[in-house]
């Protein structure tokens, strides 16, 4: 069908698309959010992390949220993390990023200790996170574990403005619910609810967040 030049000149035109729409998605500000949640309505959340900075979660009785246009979310379990931001990524053009224009990697525990990814490099794809280590990086054994990707949904307009304010390096306690979203035109998008499953795609966070914090280095909100 075609000479390899061809081939060559299709592919090239083709790549340079694919990069130009992921440069605009990103570089393009988020959508107006049409999400407005009344947070007293949901159930209890935790109030803190587990001891070893692990994202402490509960389960719940299954429960609907209406998300605004024409997503809804079922509730899967109650959810907080603490750690420090190591990648941000917003959207505007994707099938969700009507009610989840930011996407932020986190990284928790050991990892998110000052000096704690020196060894490590992360970049972002499209609702996805890679991450690797220096060959000679002494990490702790879990430590792949403690590096998240996490859609998030903002409850309201006050808690997309305080997302989207939050800056690599940052460190911040994020607290709502993992979810599962339905739609018109999109398969359930469903929320890790493992540790241990990877941060690409199966492996990220869905979360329905009601409230954000800036942390000092000892924790303490700012």
């Keep these: 069908m075609f000479d390899e030049g061809t081939k ?11 990069v130009f729409g992921q440069s605009a998605d990103r570089l393009a500000p988020p959508p107006d959010l049409g999400t407005a949640i009344d947070a007293s309505e949901l159930p209890p959340l935790p109030l803190t992390v587990a001891q070893d900075g692990a994202p402490a979660q509960a389960r ?13 979310a079922q509730l899967m379990a109650s959810y907080v993390i603490e750690g420090r931001v190591v990648t941000r990524r917003t959207y505007r053009n994707d ?11 986190i990284v928790w525990g050991d990892l998110a200790a000052s000096g704690g990814t020196e060894a490590l490099t992360f970049r972002t794809g499209h609702r996805l996170i890679w991450f690797s280590n220096a060959p000679d990086a002494k990490l702790p054994d879990d430590w792949m574990q403690q590096v998240t990707n996490n859609h998030l949904i903002p409850a309201d307009q006050s808690i997309n403005d305080a997302l989207m304010a939050i800056g690599l390096g940052t460190r911040v306690r994020v607290r709502g ?5 339905t739609g018109d035109g999109i398969k359930p998008w469903r929320s890790s609810t493992r540790r241990d499953d990877g941060s690409i795609v199966g492996g990220c966070e869905i979360i329905l967040v009601t409230d954000v914090q800036v942390l000092s280095d000892d924790g303490a909100a700012t």
């Design 95 to 105: 099938p969700t990023s009507a009610i989840s224009p930011l996407d932020l990697g």
């Design 60 to 72: 719940l009785p299954k429960m609907r949220v209406g998300l605004g246009h024409g997503f809804e």
């Design 177 to 181: 619910y993992l979810v599962t979203v």
């Design 8 to 18: 060559i000149a299709v592919f090239a035109i083709v790549l340079a698309a694919w």
